[in-house]
């Protein structure tokens, strides 16, 4: 098994790094987003308060409730989006979790002083993001040819990564992303683009849409059914493949 990339030194950078950035270190959200971090620091120092400590922060201020900051916000935003998420205020109040936490930040005047303020300084219009909440069938649909007609990709792969709103409203309209390339009069199998997977493409594809945080099984047959059967088929199980992208393993390449 390979060594695990950790060391006291690179915790301690971690921690201070996120501390930085106006991240919260208290226990839950490192949990919930990096829990590789977590474990490995239990590990090296014997607990996480004492890792907290080894890097010059007091651990009773970081169990406190976090004072957002306009970098943090702007961080949270940007991941959901990249999640598919949908930022509406209504959706986004609603979920009670960093998100909406960053939401009801964001209104605060030494912040952004309204939503649609951090939106825009995330890099997101707010008409376009009342418009995710709003997507048809026939939306969808125009959505799809439009990329055709452009010459862009139409994978499912390719669309997730550049419109993120759109592979998400194709799904939850169409019962699947091929099935609204069917209804869009698109042939499914030239669409498609064949992968070649090896161990070290599922790692860095697991890694990539982890974003630092913790990832689940589901949520990865959710977002990429083609990354967890190749996860299944090169590591036995996705949960192997997980813990593997966790301890930043590195295997010989191996296709599939």
Request: charged share 25%; hydrophobic share 45%; glycine share 10%.
């Amino acid at each position: 098994m390979k060594r695990s990339r950790w060391t006291r030194k690179l915790i301690v950078s971690q921690l201070r790094r996120l501390h930085k950035s106006g991240e919260s270190l208290a226990y839950a959200p490192v949990a919930r987003r990096n829990q590789a971090l977590l474990s490995a620091a239990a590990y090296h120092f014997g607990s996480y308060a004492a890792a907290v400590k080894a890097a010059g922060l007091s651990y009773a201020r970081v169990m406190q409730r976090p004072r957002w900051t306009r970098r943090g916000v702007i961080s949270v935003i940007r991941a959901a989006r990249r999640a598919g998420r949908p930022l509406n205020w209504g959706a986004v109040i609603a979920g009670g979790d960093d998100l909406a936490r960053a939401a009801f930040a964001s209104v605060q005047k030494r912040l952004f002083g309204s939503w649609s303020a951090a939106l825009a300084a995330a890099g997101l219009r707010d008409d376009s993001v009342r418009r995710y909440r709003n997507w048809d069938g026939e939306t969808v649909l125009r959505g799809l040819r439009r990329r055709r007609r452009e010459g862009r990709p139409l994978n499912s792969g390719a669309v997730q990564r550049d419109d993120p709103a759109l592979h998400a409203a194709a799904i939850r309209r169409f019962g699947g992303f091929d099935q609204a390339l069917a209804a869009a009069g698109l042939k499914v199998n030239k669409v498609r683009l064949r992968r070649r997977w090896s161990k070290q493409a599922v790692l860095r594809d697991l890694r990539r849409i982890s974003n630092g945080g913790r990832l689940t099984g589901a949520a990865v047959r959710t977002r990429d059914p083609a990354l967890y059967g190749a996860a299944q088929r090169l590591f036995g199980s996705i949960t192997a493949a997980l813990r593997a992208a966790a301890d930043g393993a590195d295997p010989s390449a191996g296709s599939a």
